[in-house]
Structures are given as C-alpha cells and as structure tokens.
C-alpha cells in the first residue's frame, strides 16, 4: 500500500503570494490532518477533514485553509504569505479519524520558505 | 490545558546504553498517547503507544512507562543503536469537536554515538 503523498516537497515563495499544498492519504483513509512543524514551535494541529468535511481546527489565523476532495485528496492554501510562516508542513492521514488507535500516518511533508 | 511537557530537549547516549524521554500533561481527557519518530527528511512514524489504564507497555527495545496519577509518561529505549538516532515526539490524543487530535511534545533530539 502506498503511503501518504504530498506535493511539492518543497517550496520557495516571498511575502504576500499565496500557496496550496497538496495531500494524497493512504489508499482508504478517509481523515486527513495538517499540521505545522517549525523549530520553535514544535509541531501544531492545523485542521481535519473527513469525508469533505472540516471537522476540527487549531489555533491558526483565517490565512490557513484548506478542503478534501470527494476521493479524499486534500488541500491546504496559505494566502499572503509571511515569513513566519516559513515550516515544514505535515500531511496525516487515517482511517475514520474516530477510534481511539485510530493510527495517523505522516507523509514526508512540504518544506515551504518565505523570502 | 492542551500542552504536553516534553524533556529533555536533546540527549546524548552510548551505544547498548538506555535513552530515556519524558512527557507530562495536565488535561486528563487525553485517552492514549502514542510515541513518534522522526528522521531527517521524513515525516514522523507511529513507534509506540499505551492507553491510560495501562502502566506498562513493551515492544521490542522499547518501552512506555504510564503514570496516571502523576500525568507523566516516558519513553525508554533499551540496547540504543546509532540507527535510533532521531528525533522523538511524544503525543497525546483527545476527541474534540467531532474527531481525535493529537497534541504532540516539543521533541527530543537523540544522537547514539557508536
């Protein structure tokens, strides 16, 4: 089984631009998850999404977003841009989201840079 | 509420030694907690977890000790290798708002010298 899939791995903007970042989950997995990995602040819940449905969203200004698509696929768009928001950026997917075991699986992540 | 304490920051062990990590958290609606690994270049990966009712769990060199009471969990690795090194996240999981979110730890940097 092919594992969780994001795209680009990794991105250069400058201040102000707009990004989307794509996410492919495990075949199957219905729940995806974003989150924010920065040096400083560790890693953060972004926001979940299941069955084209935000269901949960951390502490991040109205600048992050995203949605999921009918076969699951999500995205994330992050409009103008700053340099804090500099990070590497996680994709998680898992099956229903729900049960307690319920295992969440990491992609490798987007590594985006604000100039 | 939602924090959970993670130490220590880096740590430095010998090969065969024992790498040992530590959480802490206050919230007890958290109800499992599992234990991630990082390596440079790729997202982190499930190694590991245990359920609050449960004060001890092993699998393979490593081992979760669970102190419910105290709110504190850690993560012992035995027989540590050079190919352990990574970066360790402890977490927490919580059903909030219709779905399970995980809280992670700030990480520990784990370098085994050979």
């Known amino acids: 089984k092919a594992g969780v899939t994001q795209t680009p791995r990794y991105l250069i903007k400058t201040r102000g631009q707009q990004v989307t970042l794509s996410c492919s989950p495990i075949?199957?997995?219905?729940?995806v998850s974003w989150y924010q990995q920065t040096p400083g602040q560790g890693l953060q819940f972004l926001f979940e999404?299941?069955?084209?449905?935000?269901?949960n969203k951390g502490n991040f200004p109205g600048r992050f977003s995203g949605r999921q698509f009918s076969n699951s696929r999500s995205e994330m768009n992050v409009s103008t841009l700053e340099l804090g928001d500099s990070a590497l950026y996680l994709c998680?997917?898992?099956?229903?989201?729900?049960?307690?075991?319920?295992?969440?699986?990491f992609g490798p992540g987007t590594r985006l840079t604000v100039l | 509420q939602q924090q959970v304490k993670q130490s220590p920051q880096s740590l430095i062990v010998q090969k065969g030694g024992i790498s040992i990590i530590n959480c802490a958290y206050e919230?007890?609606?958290?109800?499992?907690f599992p234990w991630y690994q990082q390596f440079p270049g790729k997202g982190p990966a499930l190694l590991i977890a245990?359920?609050?009712?449960?004060s001890e769990k092993k699998e393979g060199r490593f081992t979760i000790s669970f102190n419910k009471s105290a709110k504190q969990f850690s993560l012992h690795i035995m027989d540590s290798q050079p190919g352990d090194s990574a970066t360790y996240f402890c977490?927490?999981?919580?059903?909030?708002?219709?779905?399970?979110?995980?809280?992670f730890g700030s990480g520990t940097q784990l370098t085994v010298l050979p």
């Open positions: 977490a927490a999981s919580l059903f909030i708002r219709s779905a399970r979110q995980l809280t």
């Open positions: 919230n007890t609606a958290f109800d499992y």
């Open positions: 075949s199957g997995h219905r729940s």
């Open positions: 998680a997917s898992s099956s229903i989201g729900l049960a307690v075991t319920d295992t969440q699986y």
């Open positions: 245990i359920r609050p009712d449960v």
């Open positions: 999404y299941f069955s084209e449905t935000q269901r």
